[in-house]
């Protein structure tokens, strides 16, 4: 079983590397340096992101009669979140360090021991310029740290202070210096020993102002980008239920935009600042609820397997007590072997009665489901399955990048860069290939193959270099199947003297096999492959 920590940081440099270069993601903003925790898929990560969205659409709302879908607004009415516990709530506890201006998670330092150097202030008395100010610096003795360490940091930090930034911080003058023993603080930063500000509540959510004339102290002219999709589902979920009549067990599903303002952006789009999430609010009665939940994990679990992620590289947490949300009786994270460590992909909660009871006690609106059988009214439990989209993107692209080793012909070794996407998710389901562009016939009669499947997917036709190479192109941006249009289309003789008039080669990628196809009967061919 894989380890937790196992990483392989050069495998997934080579897979950011690819997706910028075929197309598949940039950093936004790139021009002006980029905009940290923002990503922009290009035209192969925009057909991948649109597959996936419309399998995972398509498997949990269209062939399903239990599952109503819907498509919320971003901008979130304040009073929803308020309700739903985000404002006064989502936040992390947030400290900066004094001197590198770093911030960090205070509930992720870890504890230290060791002396501690209190200071007043200092100055340098050449030019006669002074600050007071107090700072402190922990010192580990035991790893042979001195008074010498503590000064130095300490001078650093005054000099930050000076106007004529051509005082060395060496020729400053402490004042003030005293000691104390620290055993287990987490008020210094691990890395250079400063003194941390107080932790301060930060909250994730990006606020905004509506309206032309929006005025600070008008409650109403601020607004959210949600954090979640959830909360929208949970505040439709009565006019859902009024204008469809369905009856519980039912859910609601919505693909959609999220924001959180992460304190730390990192791993590619793993922790993104905008994500797009896949969720649903399944509501049901409550004794059915850790039933539904357990049921639900197992779906999701075939859902991910459907789409090439397979069963052994996902691990299911089962949150303990003291870690789940504390409305939650059970909570499932699916979590996917990513080659920078073992991380979330889904959350599968019971969240209980909470949201909706929490809705309808701040709206004062009455929103209980009506049981006509048995004529009792209540607020129906929900499980949730919350999928992350650029998170399942990112598991796709890791999971299908190969590189293979290949014998030549004549023994020489080569290797070739694949990216194994089942043909649903693929962002190009077929190239077409004509074997050589200066032959017209061949060009006219590829074409015709082109218009033959353009209105029915996502195809490529590519004229340019020798056929093998166009092959390997293909590979690497993981076309499962390449036709190449050859002079046997046209009615040359095939190699055992058989009529191959009006048929392709179809090449598969995983296997370089080939076969021969009738055109008339590559549409069907394609389409049961594809889906
Ligand atoms: P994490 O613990 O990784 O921050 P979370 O438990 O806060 O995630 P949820 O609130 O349960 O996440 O959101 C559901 C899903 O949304 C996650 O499983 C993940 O796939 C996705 N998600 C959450 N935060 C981000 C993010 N910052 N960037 C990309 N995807 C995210």
């Known amino acids: 079983m894989a380890q937790r920590e196992n990483t392989d940081p050069q495998k997934m440099e080579k897979i950011v590397s690819l997706c910028k270069s075929k197309g598949f993601i940039y950093q936004s903003a790139e021009l002006y340096g980029g905009l940290n925790g923002c990503w922009d898929y290009g035209p192969l990560g925009a057909e991948l992101k649109r597959n996936l969205k419309e399998y995972w659409w398509r498997k949990n709302v269209q062939e399903r009669d239990d599952i109503l879908g819907m498509d919320g607004s971003i901008l979130t009415h304040q009073a929803v979140l308020t309700a739903s516990g985000h404002v006064g709530g989502f936040s992390d506890p947030m400290c900066d360090?004094?001197?590198?201006?770093?911030?960090?998670?205070?509930?992720?330092?870890?504890?230290?021991?060791?002396?501690?150097?209190?200071?007043?202030?200092?100055?340098?008395?050449?030019?006669?310029?002074s600050v007071e100010k107090p700072f402190s610096v922990l010192i580990d003795p035991s790893a042979n740290q001195d008074e010498n360490k503590a000064r130095k940091t300490a001078k650093q930090y005054y000099a930050q202070f000076l106007s004529d930034k051509q005082i060395a911080p060496k020729k400053l003058e402490l004042a003030g210096e005293t000691t104390t023993e620290e055993v287990d603080?987490?008020?210094?930063?691990?890395?250079?020993?400063?003194?941390?500000?107080?932790?301060?509540?930060?909250?994730?959510?990006?606020?905004?102002?509506?309206?032309?004339?929006?005025?600070?102290?008008?409650?109403?002219?601020?607004?959210?980008?949600?954090?979640?999709?959830?909360?929208?589902?949970?505040?439709?979920?009565?006019?859902?239920?009024?204008?469809?009549?369905?009856?519980?067990?039912?859910?609601?599903?919505?693909?959609?935009?999220?924001?959180?303002?992460?304190?730390?952006?990192?791993?590619?789009?793993?922790?993104?600042?905008?994500?797009?999430?896949?969720?649903?609010?399944?509501?049901?009665?409550?004794?059915?609820?850790?039933?539904?939940?357990?049921?639900?994990?197992?779906?999701?679990?075939?859902?991910?397997?459907?789409?090439?992620?397979?069963?052994?590289?996902?691990?299911?947490?089962?949150?303990?007590?003291?870690?789940?949300?504390?409305?939650?009786?059970?909570?499932?994270?699916?979590?996917?072997?990513?080659?920078?460590?073992?991380?979330?992909?889904?959350?599968?909660?019971?969240?209980?009665?909470?949201?909706?009871?929490?809705?309808?006690?701040?709206?004062?609106?009455?929103?209980?489901?009506?049981?006509?059988?048995?004529?009792?009214?209540?607020?129906p439990h929900v499980v949730e399955p919350s999928a992350g989209c650029d998170r399942t993107v990112l598991a796709l692209l890791c999971e299908s990048y190969e590189v293979e080793d290949l014998t030549k012909e004549g023994g020489k070794k080569d290797e070739r860069t694949v990216m194994r996407f089942k043909p649903c998710i693929a962002p190009i389901k077929a190239a077409i290939l004509p074997l050589l562009k200066n032959k017209p016939e061949l060009v006219a009669k590829a074409k015709e193959v082109q218009h033959?499947?353009?209105?029915?997917?996502?195809?490529?036709?590519?004229?340019?270099?020798?056929?093998?190479?166009?092959?390997?192109?293909?590979?690497?941006?993981?076309?499962?199947?390449?036709?190449?249009?050859?002079?046997?289309?046209?009615?040359?003789?095939?190699?055992?003297?058989?009529?191959?008039?009006?048929?392709?080669?179809?090449?598969?990628?995983?296997?370089?096999?080939?076969?021969?196809?009738?055109?008339?009967?590559?549409?069907p061919w394609l389409l049961e492959r594809i889906r």
Not at 98 to 123: C, F, M, N, V, W
Not at 187 to 204: D, I, M, V
Request: net charge negative.
């Open 452 to 523: 033959l499947l353009q209105p029915f997917m996502n195809v490529f036709y590519d004229e340019a270099a020798a056929i093998g190479r166009r092959y390997r192109r293909q590979d690497e941006i993981g076309t499962p199947f390449c036709i190449a249009i050859d002079f046997e289309t046209l009615g040359e003789e095939g190699p055992n003297g058989e009529d191959l008039t009006d048929t392709v080669t179809i090449r598969h990628r995983d296997s370089m096999e080939q076969e021969r196809v009738a055109i008339k009967d590559l549409l």
């Open 185 to 379: 603080t987490t008020q210094y930063n691990p890395e250079n020993g400063s003194l941390l500000t107080e932790p301060r509540e930060f909250n994730l959510m990006f606020q905004t102002k509506m309206g032309a004339s929006s005025d600070d102290n008008d409650p109403n002219a601020v607004a959210y980008l949600r954090p979640e999709t959830a909360q929208t589902i949970f505040v439709q979920y009565k006019n859902v239920l009024d204008s469809s009549r369905v009856k519980l067990p039912f859910g609601i599903a919505q693909i959609g935009k999220a924001f959180r303002n992460e304190i730390n952006p990192r791993n590619f789009t793993f922790r993104s600042r905008e994500f797009e999430q896949m969720e649903i609010e399944f509501f049901c009665r409550p004794e059915d609820g850790l039933r539904l939940t357990d049921e639900w994990l197992e779906a999701r679990l075939s859902f991910y397997e459907e789409i090439g992620i397979p069963r052994t590289k996902l691990h299911i947490l089962d949150v303990p007590d003291g870690e789940r949300a504390h409305y939650s009786a059970k909570t499932y994270d699916i979590e996917y072997e990513f080659p920078f460590g073992i991380q979330e992909l889904e959350g599968v909660a019971y969240r209980g009665a909470y949201d909706l009871t929490k809705h309808q006690d701040h709206s004062g609106k009455n929103i209980e489901y009506f049981d006509e059988e048995t004529k009792e009214r209540f607020i």
């Open 97 to 129: 360090c004094l001197l590198s201006k770093a911030r960090l998670r205070a509930d992720q330092i870890e504890p230290q021991t060791g002396t501690a150097y209190h200071y007043t202030g200092a100055s340098h008395s050449e030019s006669g310029w």
